[in-house]
């Protein structure tokens, strides 16, 4: 169950995404679709969230959002390119005002040196510009990661539509 502040988050993007037009999807990988289904969890959102890719496997990224599996052989499904294409695909494939992507390592095991668990990247494309962030959590636990996630995600979603007012 999602926590009362990430609900609370889900509605003021939903308020403002409704009271400027703009339409979002999401694309999940490590989320498992709970940003979407945080959003969902508004009244009133079907007139703004399009729907979700859930690209938890490689090659759903590849064949669900169009990402080259050669770019996730170079630099991983965990990485800023990755997360960025996860994005650019969703608002491409979709052809909604914005996209949110995640990508990261949940954990308690997929961790690396370089990509430890707790690591996610965030990117938000609307088709013109591809905003990135990336998150080291930390192995706070697996439902922790994810949910830390979701609040990351919408509060990215946020500034991507206030970044939509700017000349």
């Known amino acids: 169950m999602l926590e009362d502040d990430v609900l609370h988050l889900a509605q003021i993007a939903i308020e403002q995404l409704t009271s400027k037009g703009v339409t979002l999807t999401t694309a999940e990988s490590c989320t498992g679709g709970l940003i979407a289904g945080a959003l969902t969890a508004i009244p009133?959102?079907?007139?703004?969230?399009?729907?979700?890719?859930?690209?938890?496997?490689?090659?759903?990224?590849?064949?669900?959002?169009?990402?080259?599996?050669?770019?996730i052989e170079e630099h991983g499904a965990v990485s800023k390119q990755?997360?960025?294409?996860?994005?650019?695909?969703?608002?491409?494939?979709?052809?909604?005002?914005?996209?949110?992507?995640?990508t990261g390592?949940?954990?308690?095991?997929?961790?690396?040196?370089?990509k430890p668990v707790g690591t996610v990247h965030f990117a938000c494309a609307d088709g013109t510009k591809t905003s990135h962030i990336v998150r080291k959590?930390?192995?706070?636990?697996?439902?922790?990661?994810?949910?830390?996630?979701?609040?990351?995600?919408?509060?990215?979603?946020?500034?991507?539509?206030?970044?939509?007012d700017l000349p």
């Open 137 to 164: 959590f930390g192995d706070i636990g697996r439902e922790e990661v994810r949910e830390e996630t979701v609040r990351v995600a919408l509060t990215l979603v946020l500034a991507c539509v206030d970044q939509r």
């Open 44 to 71: 009133g959102s079907s007139d703004v969230v399009h729907g979700g890719f859930v690209t938890y496997s490689n090659r759903a990224k590849s064949e669900m959002l169009g990402i080259n599996p050669e770019l």
């Open 105 to 114: 390592v949940a954990g308690p095991t997929g961790g690396s040196r370089e």
């Open 82 to 102: 990755v997360a960025c294409a996860m994005a650019e695909g969703a608002q491409r494939e979709t052809g909604t005002s914005l996209a949110v992507a995640v």
